[in-house]
């Protein structure tokens, strides 16, 4: 069995199109023990899922798949809050108006370009990553949600402009995010979609993982990041080798914003 995946979308994302009563059967068929849906809450009026996630529409179908999948499944809430420190006030509303099991933090944007726009990479690469991640430590340190996504996403992209980036050269940078978080209690997700593109490595990468267990991080979680059913459960295998290779032994559940352990098993499953 895979004890989680934390990170799947459903048709209340702009860019999946998969409900979540069908989300949930992949889950199931793949052998996933717990769910966490966490759609897009994205404010930047130039991101493509700008005000499209209806909250209440949302929770009123988590509640259907959580009694129709009650004997086969545990299902969370999540939500993944875009730039969260750009929009304190309106995530604080967010967070408090709906009883969430626990929130992404995700940065996609830096300043007015995405890291998803090839133009964003116009730059040297040692000016888009670090300018990324001294964006990332503005987030984790000012903005409030509970696991921090796909800490370099930013190398899922500049990965087809400038090749294979090196994490040592922003050693620093890195490691600034990751004692912010470890400091905060914001998990760390080890996000899998990066698995499916050429790069072909989780996100973030191993020996980032490593660093997080020596700044004293102690919650972390694994997602496939799904925005269509095959991808559910993706990679997740590999996520939890890397992270027994950086010496954790448990993943975070949560419930009700609040994590407790759940065991890593201790081989890998294979298919």
């Known amino acids: 069995m895979i004890p989680q995946d934390y990170h799947i979308h459903t048709n209340y994302s702009c860019d999946c199109k998969a409900t979540m009563k069908d989300m949930c059967q992949a889950a199931i068929e793949f052998g996933i023990e717990e769910v966490g849906f966490c759609d897009h809450y994205d404010l930047m009026p130039e991101d493509p899922c700008y005000a499209f996630f209806q909250a209440d529409a949302w929770w009123q179908a988590l ?5 129709d999948f009650q004997d086969s499944l545990t299902i969370r ?4 809050l875009g ?8 995530m604080q509303e967010i967070l408090k108006n709906y009883p969430w099991d626990y929130s992404l933090g995700s940065m996609h944007w830096v300043g007015s370009k995405t890291v998803f726009d090839p133009s964003y990479f116009n730059a040297p690469a ?13 987030m984790v340190t000012h903005a409030n949600f509970d696991i921090l996504a796909h800490l370099d ?18 050693e620093s ?3 600034d995010v990751l004692s912010i978080c470890a400091e905060r209690g914001i998990a760390l997700e080890v996000n899998t979609a990066p698995l499916r593109r050429p790069i072909k490595q989780v996100a973030p990468s191993p020996v980032i993982l490593s660093w997080f267990q020596e700044e004293g991080g102690r ?4 997602g496939s990041d799904a925005h269509l059913i095959e991808h559910v459960g993706f990679g997740l295998e590999t996520a939890m080798s890397s992270l027994r290779s ?22 890998d499953i294979n298919r």
């Open 63 to 67: 509640q259907r798949c959580r009694k």
């Open 77 to 80: 809430a999540g939500i993944e």
């Open 83 to 90: 730039e969260p420190h750009l929009f304190q006030d309106d």
């Open 126 to 138: 040692e000016v888009a990553y670090r300018t990324y991640f001294l964006e990332l430590a503005k």
């Open 153 to 170: 996403v930013v190398k899922r992209y500049g990965f087809d402009i400038y090749g294979a980036y090196d994490p040592l050269q922003f």
């Open 173 to 175: 940078e890195i490691r």
């Open 219 to 222: 919650w972390v979680t694994i």
């Open 246 to 267: 950086a010496g954790f032994d448990h993943l975070a559940s949560f419930e009700s914003r609040r994590p407790r352990p759940m065991p890593i098993p201790q081989d």
